[in-house]
């Protein structure tokens, strides 16, 4: 299958818990078994890249209160969920600004990211503290910095080298990017990664993003055309071939 890198926007848990007439924080917690199976089926699907965006650089202007609780939540769910998803040959990174959470939780994902499957099935990336346009400007600063450091020089930068110094690295560009929750816009995730990502925008609340639905947009990427910049026939003739 060529599927090799899925995008996830998360998003619609507080409208989820809002509809039920409960806190804000209810929808997250629910949102945290949609993870769950949304891993599973990318496993079962043979899909070796997941990036999931659970926190935004913005989403610290959120009320105190609720900010808190996503993070306790996200430290439970690492402390709870990470003996299993290892076994099923998961291996969790990282992505984002990671300086601004506690030191607690930093020292938390730095364990949890040395942590490797003996199977390796797929690669999740969760990103925390993230925003597109700050990855782009991190990457262009280390860049700078190895000119300075006379590690590479401004000639040597292609758009390769350049997607090494993004957080996601040498990983695979997102080839499906899909937004729960209804809305129509990025929020400043993955920016560059999502250069020729097909995009699914997706009513479903994310709690209620089941892997019936989620493996109906799978098959609905797979018949989508991807060109490239070719020609309808061109892909044709390509496949033929
Ligand atoms: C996404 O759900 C989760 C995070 C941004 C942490 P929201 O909390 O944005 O849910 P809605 O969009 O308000 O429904
Ligand atoms: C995007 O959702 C961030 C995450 C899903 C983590 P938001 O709910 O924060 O986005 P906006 O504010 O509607 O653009
Ligand atoms: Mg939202």
Known sequence: MNLKHIAIIMDGNGRWATQRKR????????????????IETC???????????????????????????????????????????????????FIGDLNRFSEKLQHKMFEVSELHPEDLKLNLNIAVNYGGKWDVVDAAKNFASDVLN????????????????????????????????GEHRISNFLLWQI?????????????????????????????RERRFGQTSEQIKEQKDA
């Open 150 to 181: 006379g590690k590479t020089s401004i000639d040597d930068l292609s758009e390769e080298q350049f997607n090494n110094y993004l957080s996601l690295g040498d990983g695979p560009m997102v080839d499906l990017l899909i937004r729960t929750g």
């Open 23 to 38: 806190p804000r924080t209810f929808g997250h917690q629910a949102g945290v078994k949609t993870v769950r199976s949304t």
């Open 43 to 93: 496993v079962k699907h043979g899909i070796p890249n997941l990036t999931l965006f659970a926190f935004s650089s913005e989403n610290w202007s959120r009320p105190e209160k609720e900010v808190q609780r996503l993070m306790e939540l996200f430290m439970r769910s690492l402390n709870k969920e990470t003996a299993e998803l290892l076994k099923q040959g998961v291996k969790q990174s």
């Open 195 to 223: 250069a020729y990502a097909e995009i699914f925008f997706e009513d479903t609340l994310w709690p209620d993003f089941d892997a019936t639905t989620f493996s109906q947009i799978i098959n609905k990427f797979q018949q």
